[in-house]
Nanobody, 127 residues
């Protein structure tokens, strides 16, 4: 059973930075998609970024040029570096995982609807 635990959320002022971390355990898949999505108060779930087992990253327009997704395979950890934060980035951020066969790794995009995700970490950006 895949388990994901996020950390690193908090409260910052607009223009600030945060780095989210997610420890992923319980999987043996060599071909996978991992990512981050968020859900703000009263809003629908929104994909933020994804990265596949080959290291290809994908970003939602709202995250492009401000956020960077990365992974440390040795530590089984996924990261999301968030810079130039805006009040509209305020949301619960979730780390997610999906095992995908190599032939459909191209489905790993920021908009992917993951079925495994953690409890979330809150990010609040004040103006």
């Amino acid at each position: 059973q895949v388990q994901l635990v996020e950390s690193g959320g908090g409260s910052v002022q607009a223009g600030g930075s945060l780095k989210l971390s997610c420890v992923v355990s319980g999987y043996a898949a060599r071909s996978y998609c991992m990512g981050w999505f968020r859900q703000g108060p009263g809003k629908a779930r929104e994909g933020v970024a994804s990265i596949d087992s080959d290291g290809r990253a994908s970003y939602a327009p709202a995250a492009k040029d401000r956020f960077i997704i990365s992974q440390d395979n040795a530590k089984n950890t996924l990261y999301l570096q968030m810079d130039s934060l805006k009040p509209e980035d305020t949301a619960m951020y979730y780390c997610a995982f999906e095992q995908l066969p190599p032939q459909i790794l191209s489905h790993c995009t920021a908009a992917y609807r993951f079925s495994h995700y953690g409890p979330g970490t809150q990010v609040t950006v004040s103006s």
